[in-house]
């Protein structure tokens, strides 16, 4: 099953935060972040495991409730390169089976 | 290095052709995968692979078949095309260690008419 994003679009002046959720019904082993801009192939931003690891961009930051089955990715300062489609992507047992989420649109403008 | 590359670009098919969509990876990655994309979908999992001869089934495998001979390569065939697979495929390759980002091809769109 599909993990759920929210919010599915938001908009943003350059410089403003924003927080994007990623809530799974299932116990995970690890999250992944994707961004996709228009016409392009997903680029991976960040993976955080089970037991708090975590590997990613320096710029982006993100944190992970295993109890809770849910993930935030933490946008700060935006640019108006971050501007693309954010994926979770989840994975319920290290099996390298990658499971994603329906999207959040985010829109930055000068 | 490469990456992942994929042919063809774009294709048009007519309902009932069959087809290979082709995948390949230059990263000596184990692991690799087939996703479908479709506006207000997101990526749908279609077939996936952990190693040469080994696949799995995802989320959306009906009407399409997987085969891994090779590390490097990750073919999909559609048996008979129909309008509902018009859709964009991405494949993707990592590797099968704790830190197993996905690498995407640039995709191919297909169209079936």
């Known amino acids: 099953q599909q993990p759920v994003q929210s919010p599915q679009a938001v908009i943003l002046r350059e410089g403003e935060d924003a927080v994007i959720n990623c809530s799974s019904s299932?116990?995970?082993?690890?999250v992944h972040w994707y961004r996709q801009k228009h016409g392009e192939a997903p680029v991976f931003l960040m993976i955080l495991l089970k037991g708090g690891e975590q590997k990613g961009h320096e710029k982006i930051s993100a944190s992970f409730n295993e109890k809770k089955q849910q993930s935030s990715l933490y946008l700060t300062a935006s640019q108006l390169s971050y501007s693309g489609t954010y994926f979770c992507?989840?994975?319920?047992?290290?099996?390298?089976?990658?499971?994603f989420g329906t999207g959040t649109l985010l829109a930055v403008q000068p | 290095n490469a990456g992942v590359t994929q042919t063809p670009k774009f294709q048009v098919l007519k309902t009932g052709q069959s087809m290979t969509l082709q995948c390949a990876q230059d990263?000596?990655?184990?692991?690799m995968s087939w996703y479908r994309q479709d506006p207000g979908m997101g990526l749908r999992l279609i077939h996936y692979?952990?190693?040469?001869?080994?696949?799995d089934q995802g989320e959306v495998p009906n009407g399409y078949n997987v085969s891994r001979s090779t590390t490097e390569d990750f073919p999909l065939r559609l048996l008979s095309a129909a309008p509902s697979q018009t859709s964009v495929y991405f494949c993707?390759?990592?590797?099968?260690?704790?830190?197993?980002?996905?690498?995407f091809g640039p995709g191919t769109r297909l169209t079936v008419l």
């Open positions: 299932k116990a995970l082993y690890s």
């Open positions: 992507g989840t994975d319920g047992g290290a099996t390298n089976k990658l499971i």
């Open positions: 990263m000596n990655h184990e692991y």
């Open positions: 692979s952990v190693g040469a001869g080994i696949t």
């Open positions: 993707a390759s990592g590797s099968s260690g704790v830190y197993n980002e996905q690498f």
